[in-house]
């Protein structure tokens, strides 16, 4: 009887035992906190990139310009990096424009825990070009400011000597001053009337270390909606805030200014077909002690300086990207026309 129960017992445990191998209780799956989008061959491949950066205005891509960037890869591997949508550089940028790369790889951050993953890490050390989409440039300072993944773009901005660029957000994020959009987006009409909104979020946090840019603040969609004016109160709380004369790098939507290893920056557009333009900005320099007038919480900004305050370079973008303009010294231009602007009373005037 004693024997009888105990093979019982014997039987009933393999039969649970059997019933728990097949079926197994259930994990989780591991969650990533990005999406990956490749095109192209997965193999690495090691060349030498030529750096320089492309700044694009922020509607649909300029192709010469962006044939620019990707010849200055070498045949490379193109890395694309997002906050948000999905993969649509991969085919353009791996099959539509006749530059051979080796690989097109979007990755789309969904969160800030991202900013050290050893994958993303891995294909930033191997990328010969680098390229921000638009979106949100709040997100992207948010998620990758102080971290593995800017510390990494930026060793392989200095030693790698990649081609880095971006599009709308992706250009906003270029200077060494840049307009965060911590509170949200700001017209032209509102800074020029308030220069210490509270929208006008402008940082100089290390981010992106673009050597040539610096002192520099970006501004895109410079014609859908007109952003000459907030640019312009950009710059004069830069100087009411920091003591600094920056200057301002700006494109109209369809515009894209590429800058080469040199410092020598070409303006990429539709013109004389379309009215694509580039602005290269700087406070006088001929004017001592050049700052706004009034520049205070709830006043209209005032920077005059007798109708001379600003010095503007306004330079058609071509098919060819023949029009220049020298950024080592902010004086030497090809194909544009110098213009003054300045503030009065809370209206920009030309």
């Known amino acids: ?124 050390n191997n990328a010969e070009a680098i390229w921000f989409a638009g979106g949100d440039q709040w997100e992207y300072i948010l998620y990758w400011r102080n971290t593995p993944i800017s510390e990494a773009i930026n060793n392989a901005i200095t030693n790698k000597k990649v081609v880095v660029g971006g599009t709308s957000a992706g250009m906003a994020i270029q200077g060494s001053f840049y307009f965060s959009a911590q509170n949200g987006t700001i017209t032209s009409q509102e800074a020029l009337l308030n220069p210490f909104d509270t929208k006008i979020t402008i940082s100089k946090d290390p981010f992106l270390d673009n050597v040539i840019l610096k002192d520099v603040i970006t501004d895109t969609h410079y014609d859908n909606p007109d952003r000459k004016g907030r ?62 007038e009034v520049c205070k919480p709830n006043n209209p900004l005032q920077w005059n300086q007798n109708q001379a305050a600003i010095n503007v370079y306004e330079v058609k973008g071509t098919n060819a990207g023949t029009n220049t303009f020298n950024l080592n010294n902010w004086n030497e231009g090809k194909g544009g026309i110098w213009k003054k602007w300045f503030v009065e009373n809370g209206k920009l005037k030309e």
């Open 231 to 292: 640019h312009v109160t950009f710059l004069a709380r830069i100087i009411n805030d920091y003591k600094i004369q920056a200057k301002g790098i700006a494109c109209e939507e369809y515009t894209a200014v590429c800058i080469d290893e040199k410092g020598i920056a070409r303006v990429f557009g539709s013109y004389p077909s379309k009215e694509d333009a580039a602005y290269f900005i700087m406070p006088n320099d001929e004017i001592a002690d050049n700052k706004p």
């Open 1 to 124: 009887m004693k024997i009888l129960a105990i093979t019982f017992l014997f039987i009933l445990s393999a039969c649970s035992s059997e019933n728990n191998s097949e079926n197994p209780v259930p994990q989780n799956p591991e969650v990533k906190n990005y999406q990956s989008y490749f095109t192209g061959n997965k193999v690495d491949k090691i060349t030498t990139p030529q750096g320089g950066i492309c700044l694009m205005g922020g509607a649909a891509e300029n192709d010469e310009a962006m044939k620019w960037f990707l010849k200055r890869a070498d045949g490379g591997d193109v890395l694309v990096l997002r906050t948000s949508g999905s993969d649509g550089y991969n085919s353009y940028l791996f099959n539509s424009l006749g530059v051979a790369v080796n690989s097109v790889e979007t990755i789309v951050f969904k969160n800030a825990k991202a900013n050290s993953d050893k994958y993303i890490l891995e294909k930033i």
